[in-house]
């Protein structure tokens, strides 16, 4: 079990709207969201010692400068002592929040700046995106040769899923309209409009039984937090967000490996994470929960304890995590509606539980929330990363 | 003229120093995975070391050819570019009673008559210079 509950906190958060922005250039969003997460902790710029900049994947020239510390230049911060990336695609979030707490925690670094943009939106053609996509992550000898991309691999995952619990389309399908119910309030986001499962069931079908309006949308965004001690957090700000439980499962890198497509590893990693925490899941009161496609959201609900075995599908149907309901779930909209900026779909769902626990969500806040438990999967969903936070410590 | 011989051909599998093997014998329509002589485990994909006791003892074996279906999709559309020509194709994750996993293509049946838990056999075809390893319904001559 981590040393972190309770001494690591974030202080601040930015974002720039994700979307397709095409004048807006990648290190915008970088500078943008910054800027602000530095202001919203009210920090000096130079006292910032440690940069993160999670990994981009639209151009590996941009990123090479990511790594290479352009970020450290653009900001102008003098009392930088390492510029370090840390990715691991849609899970970088929380191996970001892990690292920045651990080098707070150990002494390495004081203020941590952690930042993330991409121009998946507007940085490639769609049929480049596809092809990106038909690559990242998917082993070249023994997966890409048969025509896997995420769109078939969300297809085996759910057609797994129906198999062995009953679950309907109309019920997975009740995620997007879930997730869209809180885009409607997220200035941010993507897509904004109301989503009905009719809508989304007329969709064209790419991989069965996977739609178009299951998927991603691939867009261009930004978002950057800071990550310092508690004790400095709570002098910078009054609403700092406290880092209490985190767990992690890594089961597979080609899905064809995994042993369970209906279960991956978020029990075990949700158990630990809860188990630090000392709480439980009746204790949570948001859960920000990485989507990408639907059955993802929903087995990681399930599988954390929030729900039983097969029962998730009819959660998001009855709106039991819509805006309202009793388990407000993946309130930014999630990758669906929020859209997806490669590694930073998984930050923007972090920052979004960073800014619920700090009371700025603005029309979509959770009244009185207390503790969010966060997920998060890279890649073909190889991993299953849990965090707890609170703006009190459990 | 046609469109697709504007398209990109099927990507070729990137083969590995291990991996050679098995694309040799399925060139000879066999279906081959390797075995650890150290802890007796059957493995697939080909490795480098045996995954669960890292040793390097590691022999070929011929598999049954048998399977079952774990999961399945019908790809129709926003394929890769280099299997737009080849749409609607079904992908899919097969057990082999060996206790191995593997990813392939389920062909000469009608997608709409897959189901999981569904047995099949091996069967080779040829796409561009390699014979993949495809499954067909078992029994399905
Ligand atoms: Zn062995």
């Known amino acids: ?394 | 003229m046609t469109q697709s011989e504007e398209r990109p051909c099927r990507p070729e599998p990137e083969v590995s120093r291990v991996g050679a093997p098995f694309w040799e014998a399925a060139r000879n329509g066999k279906l081959i995975i390797q075995h650890c002589r150290s802890c007796n485990e059957n493995i697939f994909y080909p490795r480098i070391r045996c995954p669960k006791c890292h040793s390097d003892a590691l022999d070929w074996i011929e598999a049954s050819g048998k399977g079952v279906i774990y999961s399945y999709s019908v790809v129709q559309n926003n394929a890769p570019s280099g299997f737009l020509a080849d749409m609607p194709y079904v992908v899919a994750i097969v057990r082999l009673p060996e206790g191995v996993q593997m990813l392939t293509n389920i062909v000469d049946c009608d997608p709409d008559s897959i189901h999981c838990d569904m047995p099949v056999e091996v069967v080779f075809r040829q796409v561009e210079n390699f014979d993949l390893p495809l499954f067909r319904p078992a029994g399905n001559k």
């Open chain 1, 1 to 394: 079990m981590s040393r972190l509950k309770g001494d690591v906190a974030v202080a601040g958060i930015g974002e720039v709207p994700t979307g397709r922005y095409p004048e807006r250039d990648c290190m915008d969003g970088c500078v943008i969201s910054a800027v602000q997460a530095i202001a919203d902790a009210g920090i000096k710029k130079d006292s910032i010692d440690f940069v993160i900049p999670c990994g981009t994947v639209f151009s590996s020239a941009y990123n090479s400068d990511l790594v290479t510390s352009r970020v450290v230049e653009e900001l102008g911060l003098k009392g930088i002592h390492n510029n370090a990336q840390v990715f691991s695609g849609g899970a970088s979030s929380a191996s970001i929040l892990k690292v920045a707490g651990s080098l707070v925690e150990s002494g390495i670094a004081r203020n941590v700046l952690c930042v993330h943009s991409d121009k998946l939106g507007t940085g490639l053609s769609g049929q480049a995106g596809i092809d990106l996509f038909a690559y990242a992550g998917i082993h070249r000898e023994w997966e890409v040769p048969f025509g896997q991309h995420y769109s078939s691999i969300a297809g085996l995952v759910t057609t797994r899923y129906k198999h062995e619990t009953g679950t309907t389309d109309e019920q997975i399908t009740a995620v997007q309209v879930s997730n869209r119910k809180w885009a409607e309030l997220n200035p941010n986001a993507m897509f904004r409009k109301p989503l009905t499962i009719e809508e989304v069931m007329a969709s064209k079908m790419l991989s069965t039984p996977i739609r178009a309006k299951h998927s991603n949308m691939l867009a261009d965004g930004g978002a950057a937090f800071i990550v310092t001690s508690a004790e400095r957090a709570r002098d910078l700000t009054d609403t700092p967000v406290y880092v209490l439980g985190s767990g992690g499962r890594v089961t597979h890198h080609s899905l064809s490996q995994e042993a369970d497509l209906t279960r991956f590893g978020y029990a075990d990693a949700a158990a630990d994470a809860f188990a630090e925490a000392g709480l439980s899941p009746k204790d949570i009161d948001i859960a920000e929960i990485y989507d990408s496609y639907p059955i993802f959201e929903l087995i990681a609900l399930e599988e954390m304890g929030f729900v039983e075995r097969g029962q998730g599908g009819a959660f998001f149907l009855e709106g039991r995590t819509w805006p309202g309901g009793e388990l407000p779930t993946t309130t930014n909209g999630g990758m669906s509606s929020q859209g997806h900026t490669g590694g930073g779909g998984g930050v923007a769902i972090l920052v979004e539980a960073f800014r619920q626990l700090m009371g700025k969500a603005g029309e979509r806040q959770v009244p009185d929330a207390r503790f969010a438990a966060v997920s998060a999967t890279g890649g073909t969903y190889v991993d299953a990363q849990i965090e707890i936070l609170g703006n009190q410590i459990s």
